[in-house]
C-alpha cells in the first residue's frame, strides 16, 4: 500500500517569505499525487494535482508543486506567503487505478503577519 | 451543486449513547470515504465504498463503528457505544475518478 511522508510538522514564517513544503511517498507503481489545505475550523480543500505531464503543476492561490519521480517527492511552494495562508497542509497519494487516497500527517504553516 | 452535505456539523454526546453521522455525497460521485481527524493521529480513513458496497473498513478501530451506504445518495456512520476517545472530526469525501471533495466535518465530543 502506498504511504506518504510529510517532513514538517510545524513552518513559522514571516509573511512575504518562501515556502517549501516536502512530500514523499512510497509506492513502486505510478501515482496520481496532490495537495490539501486545510484552514482552521474548516474541511479539506483541493490545492493542486498531480496525473501525468508537466511534472511542475500550478494549484491555486499561487501554489505550485514539483513531482520528481526519481526522488518519489512531491514538494510545495510558494515563493511569497501571505498570513492568510496560515493553515494545515496535507499532502495525499492514491495509485493508479484505486481511487483509496493516502494522506500525509500535515504541515501545520503559521504565518507572522 | 451543494457540494459533500454532512449532519449535524457538531454534536455533544454522553458516554455510552449512540452517534448516527450522516452523508450526502455529491451526485454521480461513486465512491464515498469517511475519515477521522484528530490531533494525535491526523487524518485517518476509516472506511470507503465503490457503488454503494463497502470495499475496505480495516481502519474502522473497533466493532463499535459502522458504517452503511444504502443507496448512491446517502451514509451513515454510526458509533454505538460512544466512549470520550471518540471524540474528533469525522468527515465524508467523496469522489468520482481521482481528487476528492470534502465536506464540512462534524465534530463529535463525547463526555
Known amino acids: 500500500a502506498q504511504s506518504v511522508s510529510q517532513h514538517n510538522h510545524h513552518v513559522i514564517l514571516s509573511e512575504a517569505a518562501s515556502l517549501e513544503l516536502g512530500c514523499n511517498y512510497s509506492?513502486?507503481?505510478?501515482?496520481?499525487l496532490f495537495w490539501y489545505v486545510q484552514y482552521p475550523g474548516q474541511h479539506l480543500q483541493l490545492l493542486l494535482k498531480?496525473?501525468?505531464?508537466?511534472?511542475l503543476v500550478k494549484g491555486i492561490k499561487g501554489f505550485e508543486a514539483e513531482f520528481i519521480k526519481s526522488k518519489f517527492s512531491f514538494n510545495l511552494r510558494k515563493p511569497s506567503v501571505q498570513w492568510s495562508d496560515t493553515a494545515e497542509y496535507f499532502c495525499?497519494?492514491?495509485?493508479?487505478?484505486?481511487?483509496?487516497?493516502?494522506f500525509g500527517a500535515g504541515t501545520r504553516l503559521t504565518v507572522k503577519p | 451543486d451543494a457540494g459533500v452535505i454532512q449532519s449535524p456539523r457538531h454534536e455533544v454526546t454522553e458516554m455510552g449513547q449512540e452517534v448516527t453521522l450522516r452523508c450526502k455525497p455529491i451526485?454521480?460521485?461513486?465512491?464515498l470515504f469517511w475519515y477521522r481527524q484528530t490531533m494525535m493521529r491526523g487524518l485517518e480513513l476509516l472506511i470507503y465504498?465503490?457503488?454503494?458496497?463497502?470495499?475496505?473498513d480495516s481502519g474502522m478501530p473497533e466493532d463499535r463503528f459502522s458504517a452503511k451506504m444504502p443507496n448512491a445518495s446517502f451514509s451513515t456512520l454510526k458509533i454505538q457505544p460512544s466512549e470520550p476517545r471518540d471524540s474528533a472530526v469525522y468527515f465524508c469525501?467523496?469522489?468520482?475518478?481521482?481528487?476528492?471533495?470534502f465536506g464540512s466535518g462534524t465534530r463529535l465530543t463525547v463526555v
Open positions: 495525499a497519494v492514491n495509485a493508479i487505478g484505486n481511487n483509496d487516497m493516502r
Open positions: 509506492y513502486g507503481g505510478t501515482v496520481n
Open positions: 498531480y496525473f501525468s505531464g508537466d511534472p
Open positions: 451526485s454521480g460521485h461513486n465512491s
Open positions: 465504498f465503490n457503488n454503494n458496497v463497502p470495499i475496505d
Open positions: 469525501a467523496t469522489t468520482e475518478y481521482y481528487g476528492y471533495t
